[in-house]
């Protein structure tokens, strides 16, 4: 800055030296990440229910009621 007039007067300025701390982002590396799709492969031995089915087969003559009891007619 340099002294200037103003008509008659002349102005000096008067300078301070301040400290100015300032916080930047900066790019220091890339990572790059990429996804792939694996499949494993694996046994387990698990427990599941079963049922047990037992055909009996009626003569002609022989039906079954509705509740599962053997009638002759």
Not at 13 to 32: A, N
Not at 34 to 39: L, Q, W
Request: cysteine-free; proline content about 3%; glycine content about 2%.
């Amino acid at each position: 800055m340099d002294i200037r007039y103003e008509g008659e007067t002349m102005i000096i300025p008067v300078l301070e030296e301040m400290l100015t701390v300032e916080k930047r982002l900066l790019l220091k590396e890339e990572l790059h990440v990429t996804r792939r799709p694996i499949e494993t492969r694996y046994h387990e031995t698990v427990t599941v229910r079963s049922e047990d089915v037992h055909i009996k087969r009626l003569a002609a003559h022989e039906q079954v009621d509705a509740d599962g009891t053997e009638s002759a007619s």
